[in-house]
């Protein structure tokens, strides 16, 4: 008995042990990093947590229009996803900083509009609004928010320029790797030591960070979208083709345009005007110039009535001879830009200055929209960060939120007159998701513009990669194609004057792609309402979709004391393929390539042209055809088109509905009215597309109004068996 | 009389406007600038003058000897350069801003080690310590210290990373250009229009600005590098030939090296041990491995007794194995770097340990001196800006000086033995030059090598632009000759392995201007000791050459909405020639030139090799010659070399005394022991050689002591007349 005590002490013991002295004693390794106290987390809603360090001055969330509390809610709850108390915060002499935990496999993905790379892990990025090119961070709509691989996201919620380390660096008291000595340690030295944090800090006194749970990656993204209001849902307009003319181009030349868009045959559907449609530009008046535009509404009102939208070119810098500078005056800061006051856009009787200027000299007249230039980078002409502004902000957090705040100002004033809208920005932030802007760049490189697509959609970003100009007709049809399958199809000639049919041996397959567009309305606008109402982007990033099995290597890594004296490795990815909507897997093809590689995610892919069945979950490669830009589709992809022969500016044409591979399914087809805000208010159509297969083996289709409104789509439907015909 | 008592009043009236009104209304328009404050200045020393805003937690300059208080006295008294009453300051939420004017011709040089052109107005740079890679300001050694064409100089003394808008940028409240119509403006619209001020700023709340006057350009560099202690002079042995062999080599790999040497007839000076001389490294352990060093002291020994000197190469990251990793421990940051800990070097006790170790393992045993790696940048594996340190000093502060602190630290403990030393560092800052330590990098384009060579002497520096190996014969003689003409004449063979004679083609040429370079040395000490005594930097940007007009053209300009969209012209400048010494001019021919151009200040110029005329305040151009580095002398010029046979190594050769062109002058040869302090106490010799021309037109020289000691040099000397030989 008395050694069974023995025993049963011992036992006691080593399960005291086991179960509270060991978990205590590590549990104080992770709690002792010096100098740092731990973050205090605040539940939001379901899967979205809050910690607050001081107070933000100026917090890019105030300009959203708010959660969407209802849709995260119907995500469902979620465990916080690592240690709460692994996450520190600290302050130094003059910045604030937080770390949080990363386990070793752990990728990370985000951080905005970057056009490099998809894994950011091993990276520092300092995260500052500008234009891109070649500061790790420094872009037009740099996003402190990243993913991780384990399906968990972070924001650091700063007007800041937030530094984030991710995966490297090491504290001295955290757990660190052994040390090699790198005389003798060969490859196993490395420059960047495995790293158990990421860390992120940056100038002031106060940060809030956001952890958005999720069960999937997708999830994840979804929750942050809905967090900052959801996604755009863009007018239908906004999706169709946009031609940007010439910046000294008078009305006349307009319509000579629109003339020859008819002459070749080719849709158009939004006229951007550039600096010159002002009598004043750089800084800009914002007024019309009265001998290039002497009848501006008259103007409007003919494009209008050909179904063309105006959408008007301007930055923010104001000139002297404008007719709002004297309103404008006292609220403008320190500094100019080109020799224009900068209006302090946070004070509202600023906002106040511009919207009633522009309501009144644009909106009024049927102006549909804006391109936002030159709100982002080039410390050479934009204010200095010692600049002042009458709100007393910082001149650093003014110009990091900048572009969101214009975004928003516009969309809230359009929103007052139930119109949809859909703009270019040229810089944006925290919280883009529901603003009603696509992004674009003075960068011109055709691949980093593909890897920017996918990677913005981690971001609550939409970017364009707009054509300009192309050295070959192959270049050419290839940036048409890309432009084709992204948020914005534009071609912008301000400088260079190029129509579509600028290269006359690509001209058919130029408007070819441009219709293939058109006929895909009905399926891209259902992707849009899906991310306005449940957050999940139209064009998505690889990582984002379910059996996709990021293909990364690293190479390299060989010393070479002029080209790579610290022995690093390279990283190479699959960041030039792409979601576009539910179902369809976008794979570019560049200048050059007589071949490209697909990795398709797993399950089954079928050509979108011809219904065969390509490959599953393995990397595919196909030989390059120019008239066709490579289209995917998965395994039971439903995909409403409009159908062929249709007039594509029908309000109801006719529908050809695609069904791809071997599986049954439900698609819900959204529509509404494509331009008011009265889809909030229930007024939209869903249509149930349903396949089933029969005894026999042959699919059939089904479509069913789900909502009590009219489809406004030609109820008569064709079905297309694309897979299945093949039996 | 009424009548004239009217008139009177009138005149009176109309005097008082334009004496008293109108300059007060004008004065008035300068002092109001919005928000800001002047600055409030403070004659230091004459010619000096200092203006202080809150107050400096870290100051570069407590990091130097202090005010060469006598020589900046003998420069005399001079103007205040520009207006006080244009000077301000002004605080931000996170910034502090120093405003002063500019007037519209003045060009801007300095900055510290910059790598591309000479002019910087018109430009932005932050300053941060950083490796060298394409962010402007981002460099080795960024100097906050700007020079105007217009004859001053201005330091912003800050620990933190100066961002400085020079001429670009312009306040509302400022004297503005007139704004121009871009679309219809033409080549009249810039995308940096005049601005009349410097403005710079940095985080936090202290920030000192100095202005230094000045007859000419030089004398306002003498004035800065007197008030940081004047420049180095070296020991002698630092301007002879530096070796590093490779960082795996033993000690008996280090005798073979020295037996090739003299096997191939090389001279060799230095030998530089890279990493693998530590039993630990990167991190490191700052002892000697007993495998490849077993006896470090016999082996210095060994070297020492054949005139070579050991030099060793670290990084300040202390590795756990180090045998001063204990004492070091408590004085550490929270962040690692390569693993090994960061001390935090402004804490008196961290700076014991580390002399402690270093005097008893190294300095006892003859080392002469370090090349300190790793001290400027990487934010992939340095501390990162929000690390912590137990002095409490912001983690940026201490980046920017860590280099400057490091060299101080060794250069004090050396001279506490009286010894001088030559070393190689990573990084500098403000107040380098009475420190003993030349830039690298690795960075290797040799073009751009030439011109920070160049920008270096703006800023208090000396930089090398060390060799590592090439890829073809051309290239190696091409980067000998510079290197052979530069500060410090190394090649760096750490990972290449190369030698002096690993391209047989060139190997006589090799050593042909190697020991052009020895034989030069009585001309280069003596510069140096200007450098030390007058603050002359030995090697200098021809801009501080009087008579040098700088040959700047703006180039470009053509808008291109993919290669330029903002039609920005390009500066083109000669940066490819500098000066050494007080009368030679060196432009290095780089790798596949043919001829070069030069441009010679006005005055008469020599060829150096054959005494010709080459020309006159002109731009000559000349075929380039594989064998020989285009030098050349200014009229009258005195150069003194050991003459040829003499032993290189002999402590009193024989001089041979050049004289070029056909003026009278005066030279005043500088000599002492070549490695003490001793000369501080006065024990150097001052030799004046005189050229006369008798009346028969031929040059008579003439040699006297000016100084009680004895000359260093064997008395007995031959005069060379290079150009007179011809009359």
Redesign the interface.
Known sequence: MMNQAILSNTKTFFCLFLFIYLPTYLFAQHTQL??MDQLQWEKVLPGVWKASIGKL?LNALDYTSGPKVEAIKKLGEADFPFSKTETYH?K??????VRLPLEKEEKIYGLGLEFEGINRR???YTLKVDHYG??KGYTHAPVPFYLSSKGYGVLINSP?RV?I?LG??????SQ????????TGGSA?S???LSDAV?A?A??TGMEVYVFAGNTLLEVVQRYNLYGGGGVLPPKWGLGFWHRVH??SADQDVYQEIADFKKYNFPLDVIGLE??W??????CSYDW?STRFPKPEAFVRKLSQQGIKVNLWENPYV??TSSMYESIKPY?????V????VPDYTLPSAQEVLLAHHQKNHLDIGISGYKFDEVDG????L??????FPS??????IRQLYGIIIQYLFQEQLKKQNKRSYNLVRSSYIGASDKSSVIYS?Y?KHRPYVTALANASLAGLLWTPEI??ATSAEEWIRRFQTVSFSPLMMLNA???GTKPWSFPEVTDMVREVILLRKRLLPYLYTAFYEYQSSGIPPFRAMVLEQGFVPDEKLVGGQ????AN??AELKRLEVSDQYMMGPSLLVAPVFTGEKSRKVVLPKGKWYDFYTGEYVGDGETISLEAQLDKIPLFVKDGGIIPMIAAGEDLNSTAPKLEVRHYGTQANRYLLYNDDGESYNFEKGQYSITEFQVEYLKNGRPQGKSKAITANQSYYNPELEWKWMTSKER
Do not use: C, M
């Open positions: 010096s100098g001055k600290h130094t002499p003059s910045r604030i900083g091993k990276q520092v070649g500061v800041q530094k380390h490297v660096g090491n504290r001295k008291d660190l790797p052994q040390a090699v000595d790198r005389t030295w420059a960047r030591p860390e800090s100038i002031g910046t000294q600096p010159g002002q009598d004043f530009a750089y800084p110039d000139a002297t403008t800061a320190s500094h100019t080109w020799l224009g006051e080039y410390d050479f002409w204010w200095p960060d010692h600049a002042t007393g902000h910082d001149a650093v957090e003075d011109y300009r100009s301000w400088y260079s010393l070479d004391d002029i004296p610290y």
